[in-house]
């Protein structure tokens, strides 16, 4: 890796970011396509940029990241985990302040499985009597 350059990764659902961050004037790419192009939902882009906005480091740094599975939201939130555990690899101090905000937490919660003789995950085949 080049010199000043911080990996991270995220993740939610099935959704991976794998997250690059070097000092910078706050370009992001993601899939090699513009911010601004890629999350078009204003929610999305404020929770993807959210860690930035709690430290304090909007436009300090260029990010560079490759998403994939899962659906927008998704990956806007495995981007948000995915910046958040860069800065905190590139200064420990603002650990605290992170992780109150809960943003280094991988949320665990996934789409729960089909099961045989059943319509859905719970919900049964409709019952007819005749």
Do not use: C
Request: zero cysteines; hydrophobic letters at 35%; proline letters at 2%.
């Amino acid at each position: 890796m080049a010199e000043g350059v911080i990996y991270a990764t995220g993740k939610r659902k099935t959704a991976v970011a794998r997250v690059w961050l070097r000092p910078g004037t706050g370009l992001i790419t993601i899939n090699r396509r513009p911010f601004e192009s890629y999350l078009f939902r204003d929610s999305d882009r404020a929770v993807a940029l959210d860690p930035f906005k709690v430290t304090n480091n909007i436009n300090k740094f260029d990010v560079t990241i490759n998403v994939d599975g899962g659906g927008i939201t998704g990956q806007a939130e495995a981007i948000r985990h995915g910046i958040s555990r860069a800065l905190v690899e590139g200064d420990s101090q603002i650990r605290n302040v992170v992780k109150k905000q809960g943003f280094l937490t991988r949320d665990s919660r996934m789409k729960e499985r089909k099961k045989y003789g059943k319509a859905s995950a719970r919900a049964r085949f409709q019952y007819s009597k005749r």
